[in-house]
């Protein structure tokens, strides 16, 4: 099963990382470890939740105005 993850700098240091189609999120020091970390957490919830996922999420950007 394909999943989506999002990986975000945390203000910390390291990175959060984050399963929009379960809603799992974990974090690891690096890209590597955390998406690694969510790995695991999303097949620990599968196992408990489990879901037939027939659709990604869309990711894009968007611009807000910047204030000074």
Known sequence: MQ???VLTPAPE???VAFN???GTTTQGETLEEALSNLREATELYLKE???V???RPLLT???VAEHA
């Open 61 to 63: 950007t968007f611009e």
């Open 49 to 51: 939740f489990p879901q």
């Open 20 to 22: 929009p189609d379960t």
């Open 3 to 5: 999943l989506s993850a």
């Open 53 to 55: 996922i027939t659709s």
């Open 13 to 15: 240091g390291g990175y």
